[in-house]
């Protein structure tokens, strides 16, 4: 049988019968946060708030093997960065059915353009708050059954699933999600691409909540809870009037649309998503928790024996990112998967991009909570698989005042 | 050097002296519970019992590593559907000896034909209560030399381990297992398998308690424990007249008789196994010490101030399986390890088996501690290394009463 | 491509821009104590020291995936027999630079001849208290950059890495390392091998304490902290005169100073380092603290109010190491990275090595405080791969008193 390298093990059977191949990656990241004195030297003293620390830190540290077994294929990706089961990443079997690709086991949902862009591809070192960086806070991934198909210019996908990745508890929330993509216009210097997608979530028993969290000043920097809608049950505690509780009615269901518009021409490339959804919410929390639970006291009226009432949230999120290849690549677009992919030198040459992205986050159901940032950054490549990049994200959390900076280097290796 | 894929990474040197492959396997599993009311409605005011939840989950996700190494070969076998070392499963060095094969590192030590069939290979989707799923539960596989041997229609082995899978803490408990078998009738469409095994185990210091303990519901249903030899003193609470105490001599040994019989003739398939074990025991508890640890009161006399005594104890179980290859194949006999394996459709033919079991399961020594249960299925054969599982197992736990049943289903494949 | 195996699988593509290989490592062990009675029978009642157990034990279960990407290699190694991110071992992305290579990520800073020998390589099962397995406790991999080159029959190294291993906590600390090697004579049958290196490390936020700890009767025997510098703060606890109190100054630098000396000639191997170093501290603790953390009651006067002040303490530890290889084989010296490699037989044909070790640490700035060992014992080789080796360990813990033994036996293969 036929044995071939690009970085990993990668063997084909005669017949095409089979095939296996083995690959990962490494990104090993810098941090270095200009903290916001202001904020910490007010907070620390009410709050258990970790400072940000300046470190270095392993992001992903994959291995992956995939194969063909006659008409099926399987996946399995594990991430050493992550410990126990929660560090498994994509494992699938797989088949076509339909003209499209069905795929059982642990896969990203068809939802939010910038998180079906792999990790590896994407323009800065961490997702926007349209993806599980935010709205789909650790739902990245879940398990469960899809469907994925394209023709032309368009794609469409379809997943059913546990409310559940491999690191959460077993529970038996259900969710669905589906994304259509089209690209009017996609040649070789120039891209349009739109895109919409609908998802939704239903907490049952033993679910964990669904949150929005962000963490607007880059990775291990400070987080803000946006929104909140509860599980299947195991947060609730305390009773009305004590001076921490969380009461209400457990389950509830979160939907949310999103929106994408991109599209590069030459060297340049931008890409924008809009996700609007509805956290749903019947609870109340005494002061001190929500205080614990979003970092600064409510700006509303909370009863004084009932506490804080947080129902229905209407979470909204909206970035645009984009790109300059100074050294003149242009960005490829999957037509398969509808996203845009790096840039890639022709070794020996190398690349270099700058890049910036403003993103924004707000929960219009409670009061002032509004989150932002703005990263700007380059990404030099010094081959199609090697790249260093590096973001300064200016955070702005306005909710509680925080407005911690970071600078980030990451070099990153996949084969 | 040669270059081979049948799903997996294989590269064989010319001389012969070396080979490497990367295998690996997939278990993706769906569970639905139908719970017993009556049970869970009466018992949860009392104990901390959790309700079966219907779930999705990674039964296996594994990677295997073997290889040669001039006259010794390794091999290398970890579950990332389990967290931290306790990952491990089949990882040794081994050579020739004495026309056998010796192994030294963790595996399955020579006892339980059920337990030796590899989870890819077992005819429903969980082991017997004849297996580390019952009576030799979470001791599947154990650290130690072995030697293994066959001839003709015969194999042997025997294995000489300490009392600790590489999740264990570290002890001095020691183990022997030794298994024959002997296959009278094996030709291309007839096979008649006897077999017999004996098992010993002494707990030392730090050891776990050794305990039978069954899910009789099915993975991830209700648990429940039919017998218990004490451990290395470790379990060892309270006092005499306590609300809960636990109290007695550590150590103690457990030794088990197992034997097999089993035989294939065309699309025809039936295995079944007889275990009888004796778990020493001499200690006493409280009763509601009792009530925690077997889920019912004791239905035997308990002295209010020293406890309900429990000595040694006669643990029996035993298990009939069968199946019927709707398509006609025929179950193979692997002379080599004195097991059957599953049966292969040769692509791109697929094949459909529907199968049975009724197991059970008792502690004489307990009275009224028996638990049995009847599943039914079948099993699709998309080609020989993808299938889909599907188990129906009505649980039937006359201790407690409870009788909650499972829909199961798996995705299965390995390469 | 081209696919080749000496045990692992390897592919290189043929205009070589590309290539990887996956390998591995078990190393199998099971220990025996014979336990110092007077020592334990005087030590127990007052702590909750742990007796050591005899038991097996996976010392280490590896895979490493390695490759080049053009100009760049990576290398990702996870050790499973460790849990979490703690089992990240080797993994950086690397390139040419300057005549030199280029590291970025985790990996052994350059210091300390016996702990830069890969574990596969090493004469005696442990390491010296001159590396990770003494004065460099838990530091041997260490997250940053490095680079390192070798000219003729010298090397040179220098990394600067964050305090941190993947398994630590995200922290603060910095250090640098620097080792300089130089072999004045090197030939097919001798070699004399001199090197100096030299380790500063720089505790801040969060920085876990760096310690100089030792287990002195070998793996998993009973360990003596010899010395500790505090980190950044978290170790810190109670007010003077409590019963347990720790005060002092966080923070603080380690400095370590190495010399080595080693040679071969023939069948015959020697090696030593000599290792100087400055632990700072400024701390008080308690009697009751100090007999917790080093096992024994001060031998200097501690106030009564503000408990035993521990300075600046100034540690050293030397060993020496010798090996006889009886079936004659030379052992090779690896100039590239100036260590000694293990003897190689020529297969059939296997070798056999007899071993002994002195090694020995105290800390001069608290009184008593040496801990030796003598260890004694060999290695067969049963190819260049796979050996068995054995180790009688005395220990020797002038500090407590202890003098508990070991007889250790391993199962060792790589590929």
């Not at 810098?30 to 910490?40: C, G, L, M, Q, R």
């Not at 992001?59 to 077994?69: E, Q, S």
């Not at 120039?190 to 033993?206: I, K, M, R």
């Not at 890409?271 to 639970?293: H, K, P, R, V």
């Amino acid at each position: 049988d036929k044995a071939k390298t690009e970085g990993g093990l990668k063997i084909t059977s005669k017949d095409e019968n089979f095939s296996a191949e083995l690959g990962g990656r490494i990104h090993f990241d810098t941090y270095f946060f200009d903290k916001d004195k202001n904020y910490y030297d007010t907070i620390l003293f009410d709050t258990e708030l970790e400072e940000p620390v300046n470190t270095t830190d392993f992001r992903r540290v994959r291995l992956k093997m995939r194969g063909k077994l006659w008409k099926w294929e399987y996946e399995l990706e594990r991430d050493f960065a992550s410990s126990g089961t929660g560090g498994l990443r994509t494992v699938y079997l797989g088949t076509k059915v339909f003209d499209g690709s069905l795929r059982i086991g642990n896969f990203k949902p068809s939802r939010s353009m910038n998180q079906l862009t792999s990790s590896n591809q994407i323009t800065m070192m961490e997702r926007s708050f349209a993806s599980s960086a935010g709205i789909y806070d650790n739902r990245g991934r879940q398990q469960g059954i899809g469907w994925h198909t394209h023709w032309c210019c368009h794609t469409y996908g379809v997943t059913l699933f546990n409310l559940r990745n491999p690191g959460d508890p077993r529970n038996e929330g259900i969710g669905a999600a589906t994304r259509f993509t089209w690209a009017p216009i996609s040649n070789f210097d120039s891209t349009v691409h739109l895109g919409a997608s609908f998802s939704y979530e239903d907490a049952n028993e033993d679910t964990p909540p669904r949150e929005a969290l962000v963490e607007y000043a880059g990775r291990r920097g400070p987080e803000q809870l946006v929104a909140l809608s509860p599980g299947g049950g195991e947060f609730f505690f305390g009773d009305f009037g004590d001076d921490e509780f969380y009461q209400g009615d457990p389950g509830g269901d979160v939907w949310i649309l999103g929106l994408e518009l991109a599209g590069a021409y030459g060297p340049f490339y931008a890409q924008s998503e809009y996700a609007f959804g509805i956290f749903s919410g019947d609870f109340y929390l005494s002061e001190f928790t929500f205080f614990e639970f979003f970092g600064a006291p409510p700006r509303f009226f909370c009863d004084p024996y009932t506490g804080c009432f947080i129902g229905d949230q209407d979470v909204r999120t909206w970035y645009i990112v984009g790109s300059w290849a100074i050294t003149g690549q242009h960005k490829p677009y999957d037509e398969k998967n509808g996203v845009f992919r790096s840039i890639k030198p022709t070794p020996p040459e190398s690349a270099f991009e700058i890049t910036a992205r403003y993103d924004t986050i707000e929960n219009r159901d409670i009061p002032g909570m509004k989150v932002s940032n703005f990263v700007f950054g380059f990404n030099y490549y010094f081959n199609p698989k090697v790249r260093l990049m590096l973001n300064v994200t200016l955070g702005d959390d306005k909710f509680t005042g925080d407005q911690t900076k970071q600078l980030a280097i990451r070099m990153q290796g996949f084969w």
